[in-house]
């Protein structure tokens, strides 16, 4: 299972204390989402091998203006692993650009309606259910949240709409285990097979990415198989 | 009031033992906490915070339900465990309810259930460590800038401007 955390300056860890301590509590991988304004220095490489857990490259493009969000998301495809964009007034804009593989926390501060379900499934955009406020707010704000998670939920499964799961990690401190997530997914009345289902996407979204970024493709649904044919849900 | 002297009651007032039967069946959570190198934690306030934890993700119902109960409870330089105790098939719940608990204090904590037995016992030899690694106090240069850090191991918690970083050793020039 893979989470999506913010380093230092986004955060208050660097990527290398992230991907420890998330390696110690279960995770094979995480996924660098550090905003666009706030990126951060590191070696995926070095720190994967020394830990011992997949490293990915992310970014979680952050824009008011859709026409440069859409410039930004075009000039991160070819140097990031996964591409989020910051949910919010955006959300029409990231579920409308299959090149666009995570919505960011739709619910925070906008809204996903069955069109934006719908297209979202179409374009095969990831929304995510963040789990954030759930963990760390309270009073009204998570009665919130819990509810925009719900409402989600009804539309994901209405639609089959792809999503990610993710504690939204901004530091070693706010990092979760999976079966707490679990745990905590369940008691707001998901099943702990879709939580698990959302945080096995990342992983699923970094490795599709990196196939489709290998050399083996020729041109977008075309590439050159290897010897065992797999099933390709492309 | 001394527990020797004991008064005399009917037969129906007297303290009884449940049979074995009827008495609740636990479970024992090991939890470690984790936080900064200034923090400070003590047992009513983590006893505290699972406390309020429940009652705002669970309600009154769910927290007696629950009926947790801090067992052992140890914390010191940044870092600590606990053994909580939970009526056994609310294991999940409070798991939940623990993985809620961001700060203690103010302070931002990480958590973690590192396991859960049936006996405190099992539950101590097997998740609970003996004495945390000595800290030392450091100069460390993260991002080309020198600044005072606490180091633990493979963990460097630097001072920055506006509070701490986490970091590694790899963050760390010269490692």
């Excluded at chain 2, 204090?105 to 609970?128: F, H, L, M, N, W």
């Amino acid at each position: 299972m893979y989470e999506g955390v913010h380093a230092h300056p986004d955060g208050r860890a660097t990527a290398a204390r992230l991907a420890k301590t998330a390696a110690a509590y279960g995770y094979g991988g995480v996924v660098i989402r550090n905003h666009g304004d706030a990126q951060t220095e590191y070696d995926p490489d070095r720190i994967g091998s020394h830990y011992g857990i997949d490293v990915v490259p992310g970014i979680e493009i952050r824009s008011n203006d859709p026409g440069q969000a859409s410039g930004l998301v075009g000039n991160y495809r070819s140097k990031r692993t996964i591409v989020c964009v910051h949910g919010g007034p955006l959300n029409r804009f990231a579920v409308e650009q299959p090149t666009v593989d995570v919505l960011a926390h739709p619910m925070r501060d906008g809204d996903i309606n069955h069109v934006l379900a719908k297209t979202a499934t179409e374009n095969g955009v990831h929304l995510e259910f963040n789990f954030a406020r759930v963990l760390r707010a309270e009073g009204g704000k998570r009665v919130r949240a819990i509810q925009g998670l719900c409402k989600l939920r009804e539309l994901t499964e209405k639609y089959d709409t792809p999503y990610v799961v993710s504690a939204d990690a901004r530091s070693h401190l706010q990092l979760r285990a999976p079966r707490e997530l679990l745990a905590v997914g369940e008691t707001i009345g998901f099943d702990r097979e879709d939580i698990e289902a959302g945080l096995r996407a990342w992983g699923e979204l970094a490795e599709r990415n990196r196939r489709r970024r290998s050399e083996s493709v020729v041109e977008p649904g075309v590439r050159v198989e290897p010897l065992d044919p797999r099933e390709d849900e492309d | 009031m001394s527990p020797k002297l004991s008064v005399w009651r009917p037969e129906h007032e007297r303290v009884k033992h449940l049979p074995k039967h009827l008495r609740p069946r636990w479970r024992y959570l090991a939890v470690g906490i984790e936080s900064w190198p200034e923090a400070d934690i003590d047992r009513r306030a983590f006893q505290r915070a699972i406390w309020f934890a429940a009652g705002n993700l669970l309600g009154d119902t769910g927290s007696a339900a629950l009926d947790a109960s801090l067992l052992r409870f140890r914390f010191a330089d940044a870092e600590g465990d606990a053994v909580v105790r939970v009526r056994r098939g609310e294991v999940e719940r409070l798991r939940a309810v623990l993985a809620t608990i961001d700060e203690i204090d103010g302070q931002p904590v990480g958590i973690r259930v590192r396991g859960t037995s049936g006996t405190v016992r099992a539950c101590e030899e097997k998740y609970i460590r003996g004495p945390p690694e000595r800290s030392e106090e450091r100069t460390v240069a993260l991002a080309d800038t020198e600044r005072p850090a606490v180091v633990r191991d493979d963990r460097i918690d630097v001072e920055v401007s506006d509070g701490r970083v986490g970091a590694t050793a790899l963050d760390i020039r010269d490692n």
